[in-house]
């Protein structure tokens, strides 16, 4: 079905269009149409059809008309579905033709080329909107989407002035009759008129528009339209070029995707007519430069009639292109001056009058390339060049575009536009594997598309098995043709660092992800902190690293690999070796540091000094701290896999162990039970008991999270037994402790019995904050024999002593015991200040998970006392908890919460 509001209102029909008729049932169609998908109060329906004077039959009248839209005019194609206070058309909404036109209006601002989707959004005008209807508000629709159609065909013009201006002119002639007092109209027709080769027809207009504004306004045109009028007077018999017009320009990429918000940028930085603009393109090897370059190059080569001008800076001296730019302008070899200097004289007096493009390729620096700058109005320098070039924005003012990677989507369109959605659709996730193996980078998909294209028998799977290789080395990206052979375009702006950079870059490779601080590079290279930062924007500048935030370096996968090659090959493995030493000890000495301060109350670990080089974090507080801890959590087992097999086992355990407690409240579980068996092994492997004790107590922590209660009974048994052996009453009592929720579920009545071991076991230790928790643990589990007032004075006694030790996190719990066994107990108002007081505490301390357990709680207290809007917000506040957690677990919870609030609104 389409419904048709941009001319006569109709409907199509199983291939037919129908008028929609009378007038009345028109209007209340295209009422519902114009807000497809919404609900439209029966208010501003009536406004809509019947206007501001509204007579008492109305309502009757709308039902009528209703009734005859739903059988007549949709039949069983679409609905119109009555809702509380008005009425909602229920169609897709590209059914309707004005969504249609917006949407495609919308995608052309940010597309490569807008011209397509801008044409297909004015094919979709029959005539003049809301034809014959009648009414105030059908007037104002049609004003509205005359000037969205103006502002549309303005978009196409300016988009194909550069390769099609006579069409242009074509379309932009029928405009400036509908609008002949906008001056944005006009000095689009004179830009096409001029790009067409009709200078003249341009500056007549331009006089024809001044005397229409002065008669009818008695204004003067704007200062952008002065403006194009001088720069056409400036031009030189309005910009038509004397001498030879070059035309250089390299053929254009044929499957270029992407970039819209970079072409927009270039775009809108070269519409001055009046001046010269420079814009510089940097990025990493392989990111699509020269192909930016080329393609804004074709698509806007019709705005430069003086022609084009293009050199590769990579393989020759601006001196030879100097020379060779001036002989393509029409300079005979007997005019040409010797002196260099004379011949950069005699380039810029003989741009002076033109109107060109100049693409730098590959440029090395800015001085390479300010020789070879266009000053003439309205042309344009585009330059590329692996390394930023910051003195060209200072000195000339230029756009400084910086490329990245493709987004996911252009990537996946890159591999369509040269295999075929069909090949792609018939391996979606070997697609996705080759897009991200390949990071996104243009270059390197490049290749391996022109790989599968020679072989359409090939499997996509098959390429991306090959591909995943990737960490290791290059291969699967090398090539005959240097040009775009990966290794020697990467090695291009390698050899260009000085030899400290070069030795970060490849030490670099040995940290198994690709984002690290910079306080990890300065270790990975012993260097002081202020010099790594300072090789660090040397590798930023050449587009090797990115500084994403301050502090913070990211490195390419394909760059990793090929930084791991040169490290092979450059430096020892006793080198390699010390590296990894001094990374693993930054990662297991700041973590230890930030769980001092996070959790202040946990055991100290017994650690060897850092290695030399090593640069601890300082952090600056428990906030700083859990930041850290947030952002490197993702690293830690990619850094267990490369501690384990280079051999530091004691490394591999001890991060299990100093990420533990923030893992235990933060998640994903999954990953952390998959940590701490790699810890247990490694544990193991040294014969250390003590380690393997607090590796199994770790794993049944999280075996009791997922309620897997028999494998957390046999992984506490384990850690009993070896604290026992090891004589270790206070680690033994966090064992106890633990304990709890899976014997209560396993073997109900007996926890009281461990909460009360755990009790004597820390008085023998020495430990008055784990006291009072094995204490708290004692009521929570008096509750379950029903003995509700020991168990409120075990509480109260818990929080009170928790308190004065300044244990947040512990006295949060004990709250929350206390909000339990009030609530038992009836008391529910109490409970519920109780429990507000439990998941403050909890919030605060960086424990989502248990904060949102307290919620859920307290939501049942405020339910019970009749107060169910007080629940339903804290089930909110709850679920929200649960999606802090960042794992599937809390996602499931929160979900389940989201659920019951539904139900309850039922």
């Known amino acids: ?110 597309a490569p080329d807008p011209a397509p989707l801008l044409d297909e959004a004015l094919g979709l005008w029959r005539g ?13 629709v049609r004003h509205r989407l005359r000037d969205e159609r103006k502002e549309a065909m303005l978009g196409w013009a300016r988009s194909v002035t550069g390769r099609d201006a006579v069409a242009a002119v074509a379309g932009l002639s029928s405009l400036v009759e509908e ?22 027809e341009a500056l007549a207009h331009f006089a024809r528009v001044r005397r229409t504004l002065a008669e009818e306004l008695g204004v003067e045109p704007g200062a952008a339209l002065q403006r194009l009028h001088r720069s056409l007077l400036r031009s030189g018999e309005a910009g038509e070029p004397s001498g030879r017009v070059p035309a250089q320009l390299p053929v254009g990429l044929r499957h270029f995707v992407g970039r819209a918000v970079e072409l927009g940028r270039l775009t809108e930085t070269c519409e001055q007519p009046a001046t010269a603009a420079v814009c510089a393109i940097s990025g990493p090897p392989g990111v699509g430069k020269s192909s930016l370059a080329l393609h804004w190059a074709h698509l806007n080569r019709g705005r430069f009639p003086g022609g084009q001008l293009y050199a590769d800076l990579g393989t020759v001296y601006p001196e030879a292109v100097i020379h060779r730019f001036l002989g393509a302008l029409g300079v005979k070899e007997s005019e040409m001056p010797s002196d260099v200097d004379a011949q950069i004289g005699l380039y810029r007096s003989t741009l002076a009058g033109r109107r060109v493009l100049v693409v730098l390729d590959d440029a090395r620096d800015s001085a390479q390339v300010r020789p070879l700058l266009a000053a003439g109005p309205g042309s344009v320098t585009l330059i590329t060049s692996r390394s930023e070039l910051p003195g060209l924005a200072v000195a000339e003012g230029a756009l400084l575009v910086r490329l990245d990677d493709l987004p996911g989507e252009d990537a996946h369109h890159l591999l369509v536009a040269r295999l075929g959605e069909a090949r792609l659709a018939a391996e979606p996730e070997a697609a996705a594997q080759i897009i991200e193996q390949c990071d996104r980078l243009p270059l390197a998909l490049a290749i391996v598309a022109a790989q599968l294209a020679q072989r359409t028998d090939l499997p996509l799977a098959e390429v991306a098995a090959d591909l995943a290789r990737v960490g290791a080395d290059l291969e699967p990206f090398a090539h005959g043709d240097p040009a775009i052979d990966l290794r020697r375009v990467f090695g291009r702006s390698y050899q260009d660092l000085s030899a400290p950079a070069q030795r970060l870059f490849r030490l670099m490779s040995l940290h198994p992800r690709p984002n690290l601080p910079l306080p990890a590079a300065a270790g990975l290279a012993a260097l002081p902190v202020d010099q790594t930062r300072r090789l660090t924007a040397e590798l930023d500048r050449a587009n090797l690293v990115t500084i994403r935030t301050p502090g913070r370096l990211s490195l390419h996968n394909l760059l990793r690999a090929y ?42 670990l017994e650690l060897e000094p850092p290695a030399p080089g090593v640069l601890v974090e300082r952090f600056a507080g428990p906030t700083d701290a859990l930041s850290w801890f947030a952002e490197e959590s993702v690293a830690l087992p990619a850094l267990q896999s490369a501690a384990a097999e280079s051999g530091h086992d004691r490394h591999v355990w001890q991060l299990a162990w100093a990420y533990a407690e923030f893992m235990q409240r933060r998640g994903p579980w999954t990953v952390m039970l998959h940590v701490q068996a790699a810890a247990l092994e490694a544990a193991g492997r040294l014969g250390d008991n003590l380690a393997a004790a607090r590796c199994h107590n770790s794993i049944a922590r999280v075996h009791s999270r997922f309620g897997r209660h028999h494998e957390a009974l046999e992984h506490f048994g384990h850690a009993l037994d070896l604290y026992q052996n090891l004589a270790e009453p206070g680690l033994e009592a966090h064992v106890h402790l633990g304990m709890s929720v899976s014997v209560n579920r396993l073997r109900p009545g007996e926890e009281l019995g461990h909460a009360l071991r755990a009790l004597e076991l820390f008085r023998q230790a020495g430990d008055a904050v784990g006291e009072a928790r094995a204490l708290n643990n004692a009521g929570w589990s008096r509750t379950r024999l029903g003995e509700y007032d020991e168990a409120l004075d075990d509480c109260r006694r818990a929080q009170r002593i928790l308190a004065e030790l300044g244990f947040g996190h512990g006295e949060g719990h004990a709250w929350d015991s206390v909000a339990y066994v009030l609530h038992l107990k009836g008391d529910y108002a109490g409970a519920v200040a109780a429990f507000e007081r439990a998941a403050d505490l909890l919030r605060g301390h960086d424990d989502p998970q248990a904060a949102a357990e307290t919620l859920v709680r307290m939501g049942e207290s405020h339910m019970l006392a009749g107060e169910d809007a007080s629940a339903l917000d804290a089930w909110r506040r709850a679920a929200e908890s649960y999606d802090a957690i960042g794992d599937a677990l809390g996602d499931t919870q929160a979900e389940k919460l989201r659920e019951r609030i539904a139900a309850h609104h039922q």
Request: with cysteine; proline share 5%; hydrophobic share 40%.
């Open 1 to 110: 079905m389409l419904i048709r509001l941009i001319g006569p209102v109709e409907v199509e029909r199983s291939g037919e269009f129908r008028p929609v008729r009378p007038p009345q049932v028109a209007l209340v169609l295209a009422a519902l149409a114009w807000d497809v998908g919404r609900v439209v109060p029966v208010e501003s329906i009536f406004y809509r059809v019947w206007g501001k004077e509204i007579s008492s039959g109305v309502r009757g009248s709308l039902h009528t008309v209703i009734t005859r839209l739903r059988r007549e005019v949709l039949a069983d194609e679409g609905a119109v579905i009555r809702r509380l206070g008005g009425y909602l058309l229920d169609v897709e909404e590209s059914a309707v033709d004005v969504v249609r036109f917006r949407t495609l209006t919308e995608q052309a601002m940010t």
């Open 128 to 140: 003049d909107p809301l034809t014959g209807v009648p009414g105030e508000w059908a007037e104002r």
């Open 179 to 200: 609008y002949p007092l906008d001056e944005l109209v006009a000095a689009a027709l004179i830009e096409a008129l001029h790009s067409s080769g009709r200078s003249a």
């Open 563 to 604: 930084a791991s090659e040169q490290a092979r090959a450059t430096d020892t493995h006793r080198e390699r070796r010390a590296t990894t030493t001094r990374l693993l000890d930054y990662y297991v000495h700041s973590a230890c540091a930030a769980n001092a301060l996070c959790y202040p109350h946990r055991e100290d």
